[in-house]
C-alpha cells in the first residue's frame, strides 16, 4: 500500500498526459459518429499520419538548420499547424473516397470501408516513408528538455506541460466553436437530424465535410503531440491508441464533445494507474504488460452496463 | 463486358467445350510441370472454371474429386511446396465458412473471430508439448501427448471454442451491430495479450517464444507428419465444414438467421428466438475457428501469438466480404483467392522484383517489397467491394443481409428478393 502511495501522484501525471492525448483523438471519434453514426475507423491513421506530417515538419526544420535558431514554442506550432491541415485535408478526401458513397448504405458497410481505410493507410504511409527516406521509424527531435521537479517522487516534464496545455486549449477552441459559431449549430443541427438540417437550408455534405476536417484536423495535432511526447513513431502506432481513444469516447457517451474529453481523462488515469498497481498487487507476476487489457476490459464492461456512457443520451432503436 | 457479350454470343456446343476444356487442360498441364507457378494458378482457376459450368451436378463432383484427390496429390508430391499452399488455402476456407455462419448467415460482425482460432492452437499446442508438464503434475498424466489424442482434441478444441464463444456471446450480443464489432475486437486483442504475457507466474503459454515442437497426429501407428498428410486431414474437414454450411443454411436454424439478418425487430415478432439464434450462430462459429486452430498447430509444428493479429482477422473478413456475404461457395473463392495473392502471388512477384533489381533494370529500396504490404491490398479490397460490389463476387441464392444492402438503388433483382416462406 504504501508502495502504492508512493507511485500514485507520478502515475496519475502520466494518466493526465496520456489522457489528454486520448481525449484529443476521441473528439475525432466521436464528432464523427455525432454526424454520421459510423465508428470512424480510420480515424487511428489520421492521428499516426498526423503524427508522421508533424515530425517530418520538425525534421525538415532540424536538417534546414532552423530549429535551433527559432523558439520551441513557434516550431511546435508550424508542426501542429503542418499536421492540422493534412490530416484534415486526410479526413475530407477519405470521406469524399471512402464513405460519401456508401452514405445511404446500412450502417456496417461503411464500418468496413472504414476498416479497409485504416488498413490501407497504414501501409501507405510505410511505403512512402520507405520510399522517402528509407526506413518507416521516425524518431521526432526533442523541443522541450527542461524538467520541472515539482516534489521529491512527481517530476514533470516541460514537453508534458506543453501537451497537456496544447490538449486543453485544442479542446475548449472545439468546445467554442461548437457551441458558438454559425458553423458548430449546422454541425449540431446535422448531428440531430441530417435530413430535417437539409431543409433548413443547411449544406449537409459541406457540414459533414467539415466535421471531417476539424475531427481530422485535431487527430493529427494528437498525433504530433504524441511524436513530441513519446517521440518513437511508426506507420502503426495509430492502431491500439486508436482503440482506446474510442473506448474513451464510448466512456464518455459517444457523440458528446465533452464526453469525450472526460472519458479520454478517465481512461488515461485508469490505465496509468491500473498498470502500476498491477504489479504490485500480485507482487510482480503481472506487470504493466497487461495496460491494454485494462482499456478493453473497461470498453467491454461500459457497453454492456451503461452503452450510453457517461454524458451521453440514451438512444432507443426504432422501428 | 466485352468478354461476357462475346460468350452469351456462342453456339452451346463451343461453349461446353469450351468449358470442359478450361476446366481439364490445366491439370494436364500441372502435371507435365510441377514447377511452374503458372500452371499451379491454373489448375486453381480450373476448381472455379468448373464451379462455373453449366453440367450436370454428378459429373461436376466426379472430375472436382479427381482433381481435388488424385491430381493434387500427385502433383503435390513432386512439388510440396504447392502442397503446402493449397492446405494453408484449405485452412482458409474453412475459417471464411465458419465466419461466414457468424457475419453472413446470421448478420452479425466480427471482428476478433481469430481468437478462437487462437484458442484452438493453443488448446492443443499446449497438451502436445511438454509445456502442459508445467502446471500439471506428471502423476496425472505425461506430456507431451502422443499423436493420437489429435483427433480426440480436433472435438474438443471445437467444443472449448465453441464454449468460450458462448461466454463471449452471452454479454455481448444484445449490442448494436456496430458495438458487436469493436467488442469482439477488443476481445481477439485481450485473448492475443494473455497468450503473449502467460509464461509467468505459470509459464502455460511460453509468452512470445512460443510453443513448439508439437506433435504430430498419428492414425493406427501411422505418424502424419508429411505435408501430403495434412493436406488430406484439411481436405475432409473442408468438405465437411462444406457440407455442415449448407445444411445449415438450409434449415430452419438458417432461416432464423436470414429473419434476423434481415430485420431483427420483425424476427422477434414472429416468434424467431433472436438471443438464442445469434449465439448459436456466434458459437458454431467459433467452433469452426477451434477446429481449425487445432489442425494449424499440428500443421504448423509451432504457435506463437503473433501469427493471431487483428490482421489475421481481417484477413478472414476480407475473404468472406470479397467472396460473397451469406454465400458459401463466395466465402470458398474468396478464401481462396485472398490466400493466393497472400502466399502466392504477391511471393512471386516480390522475387521477381528483387530479380530485376539484382539486374539493376529497376531500382527498388527493400522496404517497398510488395510482399509486405498485405494490409494495403486488403484495405484497397474491402473498401473497393464496399463501394462497388457489395454482393461479393459470388452473391448468396438468398438475399443479403439487410445491413449489407442499399436502400437505393436496389443491388438485386425484385426476383431473387423474394420473402422467404417455406
Not at chain 1, 485508469?270 to 485494462?294: C, H, P, Q, R
Not at chain 2, 453440367?55 to 472430375?63: D, E, I, M
Not at chain 2, 493406427?220 to 455442415?244: E, S
Request: proline share 5%.
Amino acid at each position: 500500500m504504501e508502495q502504492f502511495l508512493q507511485i500514485l501522484p507520478q502515475s496519475l501525471l502520466d494518466g493526465l498526459i496520456l489522457g489528454m492525448v486520448y481525449a484529443v483523438v476521441a473528439l475525432g471519434y466521436t464528432m464523427v459518429y455525432g454526424v454520421l453514426e459510423l465508428i470512424n475507423f480510420a480515424h487511428s491513421e489520421i492521428f499516426m499520419v498526423g503524427a508522421f506530417a508533424g515530425t517530418e515538419t520538425l525534421l525538415f526544420l532540424q536538417s534546414a538548420g532552423y530549429l535551433a535558431s527559432m523558439p520551441a514554442p513557434v516550431a511546435l506550432l508550424m508542426a501542429l499547424f503542418i499536421a492540422m491541415i493534412i490530416s484534415g485535408s486526410l479526413g475530407v478526401f477519405m470521406e469524399r473516397i471512402a464513405y460519401r458513397p456508401l452514405r445511404e448504405a446500412p450502417r456496417l458497410v461503411p464500418l468496413i470501408s472504414a476498416i479497409g481505410v485504416s488498413f490501407f493507410l497504414q501501409d501507405a504511409v510505410r511505403l512512402i516513408e520507405g520510399l522517402w527516406k528509407n526506413a518507416f521509424y521516425l524518431t521526432a527531435p526533442s523541443l522541450f528538455t527542461a524538467t520541472i521537479a515539482i516534489s521529491a517522487n512527481l517530476r514533470l516534464p516541460v514537453k508534458s506541460l506543453v501537451v497537456i496545455v496544447s490538449a486543453v486549449v485544442m479542446m475548449l477552441a472545439l468546445h467554442l466553436f461548437v457551441t458558438r459559431s454559425k458553423w458548430g449549430k449546422a454541425i449540431r443541427a446535422v448531428a440531430q437530424d441530417r435530413d430535417t438540417s437539409a431543409l433548413m437550408s443547411i449544406n449537409v455534405n459541406q457540414v459533414i465535410g467539415l466535421t471531417f476536417f476539424l475531427g481530422a484536423g485535431l487527430g493529427g495535432c494528437a498525433g504530433t503531440l504524441f511524436a513530441t511526447q513519446y517521440s518513437l513513431i511508426n506507420p502503426y502506432v495509430g492502431f491500439i491508441l486508436g482503440i482506446k481513444a474510442f473506448t474513451a469516447a464510448v466512456l464518455g457517451g459517444i457523440g458528446s464533445i465533452p464526453g469525450a474529453m472526460v472519458g479520454g481523462i478517465l481512461l488515461g488515469v485508469l490505465e496509468a494507474v491500473g498498470a502500476a498497481s498491477i504489479g504490485i498487487a500480485t507482487n510482480g507476476a503481472m506487470g504493466a504488460e497487461y495496460k491494454d487489457v485494462f482499456a478493453f476490459v473497461i470498453l467491454i464492461l461500459v457497453l454492456i452496463l451503461k452503452p450510453s456512457g457517461l454524458l451521453g443520451e440514451e438512444v432507443r432503436e426504432k422501428v | 463486358m466485352w468478354i461476357t457479350e462475346q460468350w452469351q454470343k456462342t453456339s452451346r456446343p463451343i461453349q461446353m467445350a469450351l468449358g470442359w476444356f478450361l476446366a481439364i487442360a490445366p491439370s494436364l498441364l500441372f502435371y507435365l510441370m510441377p514447377q511452374s507457378n503458372w500452371a499451379f494458378l491454373l489448375f486453381m482457376a480450373s476448381l472455379f472454371v468448373l464451379y462455373k459450368l453449366q453440367a450436370p451436378p454428378l459429373a461436376k463432383g466426379v472430375l472436382a474429386a479427381v482433381l481435388l484427390f488424385a491430381v493434387m496429390p500427385v502433383v503435390g508430391i513432386q512439388n510440396t511446396y504447392y502442397l503446402d499452399v493449397i492446405t494453408q488455402v484449405g485452412i482458409y476456407v474453412s475459417l471464411a465458412i465458419g465466419l461466414n455462419i457468424v457475419v453472413g448467415f446470421a448478420g452479425l460482425l466480427n471482428f476478433g473471430y481469430v481468437a478462437f482460432y487462437a484458442f484452438g492452437a493453443y488448446f492443443y499446442a499446449i497438451f502436445a508439448t511438454s509445456q502442459a508438464g508445467n502446471f500439471i503434475p506428471a502423476a496425472i498424466a505425461q506430456f507431451p501427448l502422443s499423436g493420437n489424442w489429435f483427433w480426440l482434441f480436433l472435438l474438443f478444441g471445437a467444443a472449448l471454442a465453441g464454449l468460450l464463444g458462448l461466454l463471449l456471446g452471452f454479454p455481448v450480443l444484445r449490442l448494436r451491430g456496430d458495438y458487436l464489432a469493436v467488442v469482439t475486437l477488443g476481445f481477439a486483442e485481450i485473448i492475443r495479450i494473455l497468450f503473449n504475457n502467460m509464461d509467468k507466474p505459470i509459464n502455460i503459454t511460453n509468452g512470445p517464444k512460443g510453443l513448439t515442437p508439437i506433435q504430430p497426429p498419428e492414425l493406427f501407428g501411422i505418424v502424419l507428419n508429411a505435408p501430403i498428410h495434412f493436406y488430406f486431414i484439411v481436405l475432409v474437414v473442408v468438405i465437411l465444414t462444406i457440407i455442415i454450411a449448407k445444411r445449415l443454411d438450409a434449415s430452419r436454424i438458417g432461416r432464423a438467421w436470414a429473419a434476423i439478418r434481415e430485420d431483427e425487430l420483425a424476427a422477434c415478432a414472429m416468434g424467431v428466438p433472436v438471443v438464442r439464434m445469434k449465439l448459436l450462430a456466434f458459437v458454431i462459429g467459433a467452433s469452426f475457428a477451434g477446429a481449425m486452430g487445432v489442425i494449424f498447430a499440428a500443421k504448423q509444428t509451432f504457435v506463437d501469438p503473433s501469427s493471431f493479429g487483428f490482421m489475421e482477422s481481417i484477413g478472414i473478413l476480407c475473404m468472406v466480404i470479397l467472396g460473397g456475404m451469406g454465400s458459401v461457395s463466395g466465402a470458398i473463392m474468396g478464401a481462396v483467392a485472398v490466400v493466393m495473392l497472400q502466399l502466392n502471388i504477391l511471393k512471386e512477384f516480390s522475387e521477381y522484383l528483387g530479380q530485376l533489381s539484382a539486374q539493376g533494370i529497376l531500382n527498388i529500396p527493400s522496404q517497398v517489397d510488395p510482399a509486405k504490404y498485405e494490409k494495403m491490398i486488403f484495405g484497397l479490397i474491402l473498401i473497393l467491394t464496399c463501394i462497388y460490389r457489395p454482393q461479393g463476387i459470388l452473391p448468396a441464392k438468398r438475399s443479403l443481409p439487410a445491413w449489407f444492402k442499399r436502400k437505393q438503388p436496389n443491388v438485386i433483382s425484385p426476383k431473387e428478393d423474394r420473402p422467404d416462406v417455406t
